[in-house]
């Protein structure tokens, strides 16, 4: 399951200081209907907004709180003493995102020995170099172990490929059936050209900008199994200054399978 696609928990409530300061109001004056001075100079005033801003801070408060128990919105300390409970601790250099996919993997993974969730959290768990893993069985009793690295954009060593293997293999992680084979993902290249109409006021060194910009969230958005669409291609070439986008490759929109991941090999822009 992706986190990110999740709605908000109803827990989590939508905080706004003049609704509460408006609501406090409403109180004041349903107990003291005599009560009419309101000029933001009034003392009484001056503690209302006193008391609907140090509430906000209290919801926020709780708000924090909540999010520290849920998976999908722990950080930080909060998220390692999460992952704890589940027996997991965060690697040298580990982000959030990576503890909080190794430790979602693992959760998965307890549902049955040897399922698809379990190879994938043992991989990960392998070796901080290892992002992403994935595994799948194209024939029976054989297991395929995709694996991405973090370094190189991607690709991965001969010496990764076989420290993986040698903890894939171990006793307690390989179902006694099952035959495992760790290979890195095949990467795929994407090679964008497009050409950029400008506004009239946009220096022509926006280009540069525009191309650095477009290979940070490429770099972002990839992974096993993500592929890329012409309209996403588009959409993340816009902005402030462009005022229209004509992709010229890729000419379709580029799919890949579960052990594929999308290498972003050149990116041309021109007037």
């Not at 926020?60 to 027996?87: E, H, T, V």
């Not at 009793?141 to 171990?170: N, P, Y």
């Not at 006021?201 to 900008?209: D, G, H, K, R």
């Not at 992974?223 to 890729?250: C, H, M, Q, Y």
Request: one cysteine or more; a negative charge.
């Amino acid at each position: 399951m992706n986190l990110d696609n999740l709605e908000p928990p109803q827990i989590i409530e939508e905080l706004s200081y003049d609704e509460i300061l408006l609501r406090m109001k409403e109180d004041l004056l349903a107990r003291s209907p005599e009560f009419t001075a309101y000029l933001e100079s009034d003392p009484v005033m001056k503690l209302l907004e006193v008391a609907a801003y140090r509430e906000l801070l209290l919801r926020q408060r709780i708000n924090q709180a909540a999010k520290s128990n849920l998976l999908a919105f722990a950080i930080g300390s909060d998220l390692d003493n999460l992952a704890a409970f589940y027996g997991i601790e965060r690697k040298t250099n580990e982000t959030d995102d990576e503890l909080r996919n190794r430790t979602q993997a693992k959760i998965a993974g307890w549902s049955s020995s040897g399922s698809r969730e379990a190879y994938q959290y043992h991989a990960l768990n392998s070796d901080p170099r290892v992002k992403e893993a994935n595994a799948d069985s194209p024939e029976p009793g054989l297991v395929r172990i995709s694996i991405l690295s973090k370094d190189d954009g991607g690709l991965v060593s001969d010496e990764l490929l076989e420290t993986v293997k040698a903890h894939m293999l171990r006793d307690d992680v390989r179902m006694l059936t099952d035959t495992v084979e760790v290979v890195g993902a095949n990467m795929i290249d994407v090679n964008v050209k497009a050409k950029i109409v400008l506004t009239a006021n946009s220096p022509i060194e926006i280009l540069e900008t525009i191309r650095k910009s477009f290979v940070e969230k490429f770099a972002k958005m990839v992974g096993l199994g993500v592929s890329v669409s012409r309209a996403w291609i588009v959409s993340n070439l816009f902005l402030d200054g462009v005022k229209d986008v004509e992709l010229i490759t890729p000419t379709v929109d580029v799919f890949v399978s579960e052990t594929e991941c999308l290498k972003l090999n050149e990116v041309e822009l021109s007037l």
